[in-house]
């Protein structure tokens, strides 16, 4: 008799790689003409980044840089979550952004149905923020995975723990 094989559907943001790119965009800030002595700034927070500058063009600037640096060091624009821009003191502009971590349950629900209507042999259950898929067949887990990479859904995925 097969042995069942599985894997982790996670969504997972590598903070030492977040932490590498807001760095590199804080020095870019820094020496950028139009940033420079600007009063712009960023900062890392667990899993948020707060972006702080004078004025929206600055701040659209600074989050284009921000990404700019994410997408270079593999980290999906897919975990970011976009607060509102807010007006603070000083005419300044602030916006906070998120990394999400984890998968909601929406969006697990979501991921177990697409699975169930794949009619393909595998179960799907949700363990807190993450997904497994077992299988006895590691082709149906394969066609799993190339099914949810080319869904449409506003996360970040990750496969893990593929046994």
């Known amino acids: 008799m097969s042995k069942e094989s599985s894997f982790d ?8 790689e977040a932490t590498n790119a807001i760095n590199q965009a804080q020095k870019e800030i820094d020496t950028r003409f139009d ?3 600007s009063g712009s700034e ?35 624009l897919k975990s970011l ?8 003191l000083g005419g300044n502009v602030k916006q906070v952004v998120t ?6 349950k929406e969006n697990a629900k979501k991921i177990t149905t697409l699975i169930k209507d794949s009619k393909l042999k595998v179960q799907a259950q949700i363990q807190d923020d993450q997904v497994r898929v077992v299988g006895k067949n590691r082709d149906d887990l394969q ?15 990750q496969f893990l723990n593929y046994r």
């Open 99 to 104: 990394l999400k971590q984890g998968i909601s």
């Open 35 to 37: 940033l420079k002595g």
């Open 81 to 88: 979550d976009y607060g509102k821009i807010e007006s603070s």
């Open 143 to 157: 066609a799993i995975m190339k099914l949810l990479r080319g869904a449409d859904l506003d996360m970040d995925m």
């Open 42 to 76: 960023i900062a890392l927070d667990k899993e948020t980044i707060v972006l702080k500058a004078p004025d929206e063009m600055k701040l659209k600037n600074i989050l284009e840089i921000v990404e700019g640096k994410l997408v270079k060091r593999e980290i999906s």
């Open 9 to 16: 559907v996670v969504s997972k943001v590598d903070m030492q």
